[in-house]
């Protein structure tokens, strides 16, 4: 279970987050929604804790990972994958090397093993046979699919999407939507997805949480969400602009 | 001081300290002996290998204008067989490890400080360790190691080519007598000179490859950030080099004297 207390942070004088608590089950799925530059990436980055929080509590079933150390992280993150936004593949590598490198670097597997777990998870993602290929000859959507593969590959715990689907067009934003659901079924894992593609949002999640003027404005099911009447709910569900920020 | 000053300070004593501590966990990270042979040897090669003629090029050049500089004003005072001496001491404790170490800096430190900084920006870094891999075990401790181990190496290469080459220049161009030439080189050389020579290259190799990756894994976002760190992993390790190069020379000069090298 992850279980977020009270976190808060700001970068300079510019707060980011602000006292923000919620508790997410083990095999749940849940969508983060908010505004751009509204914290849900820094919020998704304290969970794993590629960031450090100014206070507050980030729990994995039970232990409080903030304050250790890089090297005690390690273990922790270990029951992690993650899914960044723009992939972060290795671009010195290939595809194979790079969906290979988390079990190369555990030391369990003999090579050939590798190889095969590699051309089975690549083809989970539908992208067989591009082992060979680099991160640059790669579309945006299969990058994001190799990122994936390279999340799942040592079969982790806890998957957090980063908006997964962000840049890419609706077919292959439904595909990915269609993999993340598969990836939860087939591994039973806690999937935690930044988005503001409310589509997406409603397919992939179970449970929504949304981020609003740096604290957890509004939680519930997606059916919940999109009958909701709240103001700001609604506004930006429906996607409409305040009338401030209209700059024409 | 005014402001400014205050946060010049400030900031160069914390980079110094953040060094110090990325040196630690290198350190600490090698002596668990996890170093993957296959990263250890790429970076021997990038480092190494692929500077082998900018090095070359430089000790050749240095021990020809050194010779012919030396040669001309000894030539005044009739010492024109003390030339290959002078060169041969120059060479071995003080240009071919100091200029040795400033090509490479300009060539790996540079590399170094761009190739981590592009994956910081990149998410790479942050990737890295979401699989569970400390950058500096995966990152750092490669190139370190690579550093430490290649610029002896590249350091001797330009005193034996330095020395060689001003042996051409004053006897084949300008007419010393080899045989007097080199009876005084092997005379007023002594080992502790080459000794001196590959423990500073060893500092520099150090110096080098911790700046440039420090530079790689702090840099500011963007193209911008990832140029500002290549630039200042040079000019940072350029001047640390010439820096330490006075106190090691005091130091090692010292040592070498009690010990009677």
Known sequence: ?248 | MNEFGQKWVVGGLVGLGQITMLAKEAVASCLTFKLAKRDLLFQIYSIGVKSQSVVLVTGAFTGMVLAAQTYFQFHKVKMDTATLAVVSVSMCSELGPVLTALMVAGRVGASMAAELGTMRVTEQIDALRTLATHPVDYLVVPRLVASLVALPILTTEAMAIGIAASYIVGVFLLGIDPAYAWWNMLKYSHDSDVQIGIIKAVVYGGIIALVGCYKGLSCGMGAEGVGRATTEAVVYASISILISNFFLTLVLEQLALILKL
Not at chain 1, 13 to 40: A, M, T
Not at chain 1, 125 to 140: D, H, M, R
Request: no cysteine; charged share 25%; glycine share 8%.
């Open chain 1, 1 to 248: 279970m992850i279980e977020v207390r009270d976190l808060n942070k700001r970068f300079g004088d510019n707060p980011v987050l602000e006292r923000v608590s919620f508790q997410i089950e083990h095999g749940e799925s849940v969508v983060i929604i908010g505004r751009s530059g509204g914290g849900k990436s820094v919020l998704l980055k304290l969970i794993i804790a590629l960031l450090q929080p100014d206070s507050g509590a980030v729990l994995i079933d039970g232990q409080n990972i903030v304050g250790l150390n890089e090297r005690q992280l390690i273990r922790v993150r270990e029951q992690f994958g993650m899914v960044f936004q723009g992939a972060a593949l290795f671009d010195s590598m290939t595809v194979e090397e790079n969906v290979a490198f988390p079990l190369q670097r555990k030391g369990q597997h003999t090579p050939g093993e590798i190889s095969r777990l590699v051309a089975r998870t690549l083809d989970v993602v539908g992208l067989p046979g591009t082992e060979k290929k680099k991160p640059a000859e790669l579309s945006g959507g299969m990058r994001k699919r190799v990122g994936l593969a390279r999340a799942i590959i040592y079969e982790p715990r806890i998957l957090l999407y980063d908006e997964p689907t962000t840049g890419l067009d609706p077919i292959v934003s439904d595909s990915i939507d269609n993999l993340i659901i598969r990836v939860r079924e087939r591994l039973k894992v806690t999937s935690v997805v930044v988005t503001h593609d409310m589509r997406s949002a409603r397919r992939v999640g179970q449970r929504i949480l949304m981020l609003h003027e740096r604290q957890i404005y509004a939680s519930g099911t997606p059916e919940e969400f999109f009958a909701s009447r709240d103001p700001v709910v609604r506004q930006f569900i429906d996607g409409v602009a305040d009338p401030e920020d209209i700059l024409f």
